[in-house]
C-alpha cells in the first residue's frame, strides 16, 4: 500500500476559499461600506484566482508523482525517505569506481583510499549501439524507416536511449564490450540524481527522460544470483525467486527493512531492473531455467517496469540463453568504440590522473595524445576498440609511457603490474613485526615467477572447470581449498600455515585474485586475465601443439587460450605454433563443423605468429597457401554460421583473399517482370514486363581492395572509415562503403581504362534482372524469405560481412550479395523531390532516368543492407538518395554492356 506524506496544495487551497468567502460576506454589509470596499474586491478576486490556480496546478503535479510508499503519516514518511536514502547511498558506494577491479591505475579495491582510486563517471564514454535510428530535420520531422540508409543524418542508437525507450531490452556485446559498465554507470548516475537532485548527475545521462529522473535503480549480477540459487534452500519460483534473492542480498548489507519499499517500487514501475550477464548463469538446468523462468515472468509480475538484461552475443544465440522472442522483442547490441569515443576515454583517464596528481596537467595532455596515436596501430587499434583492452592499454601506458608491440606482452605488463599490488602489503605479525609479501618469499626461497607459474597451473585448472558453453567473460571460481594448496605446494615443506599468510596479504589489496566471498572464493579480474595465465601454462608444456590440438577439438572454450599460448610461444621464437596450424588444418577438406573451427582457429593463429615471420620458413608459406585455400572454401560453401563465416572471412581478408573480384557474370537479354503489386510501397507499382539488352554484372559488390587500387593510382579521396589511403586488412574482402554516386562513377571510369571496355554502374532494370531473374522471385534466391541466406538485421552480424559468404543465397545468374550486406548505386535517376519520383514506373530506359548529365537530382540505390528487415532487402524494393551522400551501408556494383 503506497500513500503520500503530504499535501502541499492545502494551504493555497485554503487562502482562495478564504477569500472567496471574504467577497461574498461584502456582499451582505451595509451599501456604504460596500462602496468603501469596492476599490480592493477586484485585488481579492484575482487573489482568490492565483491562489486557487496555484492549488489546482500543485495538486495536478502531486497526482502525477508517484505515491510515496509510506504508510503511516509523517512517521512512515520520514521511515521511507530513510531507508530509500540508505538503499540509494548503498548502490552509490558499490558502483562508484571503475567494476574492472585492479586494473585501474590505483587499482579500485575496497582497501584504497577514495582518493586513490578512478571514478567510473570521470572516465566513463557513453556506449552506442549498432542499431540505427533517423535524425530529426530542421523541421523537426523524424525521417521515416524507408529513408534510413546510414548517412550522416541517420545516427547510432545509444545505449542509453535504447534502455529510455523499451520497456524490455535485451542487450549484448562482445567480451569485454562494456555491458557491465553501461549498466553500473546508469546505476551509480541514477542513484546519485535521486540522492542529489541538484548535483548535475544526470546531465551524465544527456538522453534520459526528464519523467524517469527517479527511478530507483535495482542492479542484479545474474553469476551472484546463480550462486545463491545453488546454495538456497526450497526457493520460490517465478518473480518470487528475484524477491528471495533480493531479501537476501539487502540483509547481507544491513537493509533488511527496505524491502518492502524496494518491492513496491518494482510493483509500481519506479524502479528499473538491470539484470548483468546472463551468459554468466552455468547452463546447469536448475539453475538456468529458473533463472530464465524468473525473467520472462517480469513482464507478467510487473508490466510497468522498464527491465534490462545483459549478455554476451554468441551465447545469446544459442538457444539455451535466448530469451523468448515474444517476450523479448528488442535485441539490441553495443558498438565497438570508434575513434572519437575512444579518443574521449583516453583524454577522460589522463584528466582524471592529473586531477588526482598522479600527471601534471601538461604532461596529461602530451600522454593522451601519445597513448592516442599509439593505439591507432594496426596490431592495437582493432582492441583497442574494446572497452576493457583499451582500459588495459592505459593502465600500461600510465606505468610505461608506451605500448608493447604484442597483445601478449601488453598482458604480462598488466600481470606484472597486478602482482606489484601486493608488494605494498604489510601485515603486523604475531610477535609484533611485519609480514610482507617479499619476506614471505624469501622465506621460502622464492620468487614473483614462482608464484606467476603456481597461478598459471591454478588458472588452466580452474578454466578447464567452466562449461562447454560458457561465455568469454565468464571467470572460475577459485576455492580457498585450491588457492591455499596451490601454494602451499610451493614451499619446500609444504606449510599450509605460510600458504595462508600469503592469502591474508592478497586478502588485503585486490591484485592478481580478487576475493569475492570472504574466506571461500576467489576469481581473476577479468576472464582475459584467467585465458592469459592459463595460456602460460599452457605454452610451458613439452607436448603443446599435442595438447592444443586436443583441447581445440572441445570447443570454443579455449580458442582464446590457445591463441594466447601461441603468442607467448612465438616471443620465445618457437616452432611449435606453426605444427599447430599444420595439425588444425590438414590437407584433407574437413568433414564436420568441429574441423572447420579448426580452419578458422588456424587461421587466427597464422596472424598470431604474423605473416612475415611465418613465411621465412618453408613450413610457413606452405600453410598460408593452405589455410587460404580452405578458408575460402569454408567462406563459400555456407560452413558454419552466417556470423563464423563472417568472422573467418575477415581472418581470411587479413591473410589474404585469394578470389577474383573482378569477375562479370552474363545475363543474357530478354524479358522480365519489374516492380511488385504486392507492396506496401506505391513506387514499385505496377509490376510490369521489361526488355534489357545482354550485359555482364559483377559477381559481388566492389570491395575495399578493389576501391583501395583506384584510390591509390588515381591519388582519390578514401572512404572515412580507412586510415589513410590504406583500407583496413581485416576489411579488404569487405564491399566498399561511404562512396557517393559521384565516387562510384569515377572508379568505373578508372576500370574502364584500366581493362579497355567500358565498365559503369548498372541501370534499375539491369539490376533487378540480375537480382530476381526472368521468372520474378522476391529474393534472389526464391520466394520464401530466409535469414540465413543473405546480411540483414536478423542475420545476427550487425555490419558489413565479406562479400560472397551466402552460396545458398545467389541470385539466378549466380550473383552474390544482390540482397543485404550494402546498397548498391545504381545510375537510374528519381527525381529531385525524395517523395515523389520523376520517373515511376513502368520503367522506361528512354525518359530521361538514364541521363547522367543530371547532377542535382537523387539515384536509386537497391539490395538492402545488414540493417534492414525482409521487407527492405526483396528485389523489387526501391530506395533513393543524393548523389553526394556517402553512407555506411552503400557501396555499388560494376557491369559492362554485352557478353
Known sequence: MTTRPSRPWLLPALIALILAIGNLAANLVAADLQETLKPVRGLVWGAFVISLAAAVWIAVREARRPADPAPGGRQAAKQYEEQRRRYLQRIAADLRFLPLTAVDIKAASAETPAEERLPLADVYVALDTKTRVPTEDPSGRKRGQEEMLGRPDERPWSALEAVAQTPRLVLVGEPGGGKSTFVNHLAYCLANAALDARGGWLERLPTWPADASQVLPVPVTLRY????LGKATDPPPKTGLLLAYLASWLGENGLGDCLEFLTDHLQDGAAILLLDGLDEVPVQAAVLGRIKEMINDLSTAYP??????????????DRRWHLPDARWPTVVELAPLDDEKMDAFITAWYRQLASMRERTFKDAET??????????????RRLARNPLLLTTMAVVHTRKNELP?????????????????????????DAGGQTTWRRLLTEAGLQDNDVQQALWRLAYEVHAQLPAGADRETTADVTMIALEQALADLHPQKSKDWAEQVVAVMNERAGLLVEVVPGQLYRFPHRTFQEYLAACQLSSQGDFVEQAKQLAGSGALWREVILLAVGNQVQ?????????????????????DAGWRQVWLAGQVLLEISLPRA???DLGSELIGRVRQQLTHLITHDCLTPRERAEAGSVLSVLGDPRDFDVLLPVPAGEFTMGSNDSQWEDEKPAHPVWVGDFRIGAYPV????????????????????????????????????VGWDDANAYCAWRSRQEGRELRLPTEAEWEKAARGADGRTWPWGNTFDAMKCNMGETGIGDTSPVGIFAAGRSPYEVFDMAGNVWEWTRSAWGEDWQKPEFGYPYRADDGREDQSRTNVRRVVRGGSFIYNDDLVRCAYRVRDPPGARDLNVGFRVVAPGL
Open 405 to 429: 608491440d604484442a597483445r601478449v606482452l601488453l598482458y604480462r605488463d598488466v600481470v606484472d603490474l597486478l602482482l606489484s599490488r601486493w608488494e605494498a602489503v604489510k601485515l603486523k605479525g
Open 572 to 592: 620465445g621464437n618457437r616452432n611449435e605454433p606453426l605444427l599447430l596450424v599444420d595439425e588444425l588444418c590438414p590437407k584433407a577438406l574437413p568433414a564436420s
Open 304 to 317: 510497468s517496469l522498464r527491465v534490462v538484461v545483459t549478455c554476451r552475443v554468441l551465447s545469446y544465440q
Open 703 to 738: 570491395t575495399n581492395a578493389q576501391y583501395e587500387e583506384f584510390v591509390l593510382a588515381a591519388n582519390h579521396e578514401p572512404p572515412v572509415h580507412w586510415r589513410g589511403h590504406r583500407a583496413p586488412v581485416e576489411l579488404r574482402n569487405h564491399p566498399v562503403v561511404y
Open 367 to 380: 600522454s593522451a595524445a601519445k597513448l592516442s596515436r599509439a593505439v591507432r596501430r594496426e596490431d592495437l
Open 225 to 228: 544470483l546463480a550462486a545463491w
Open 615 to 617: 613465411q621465412r620458413r
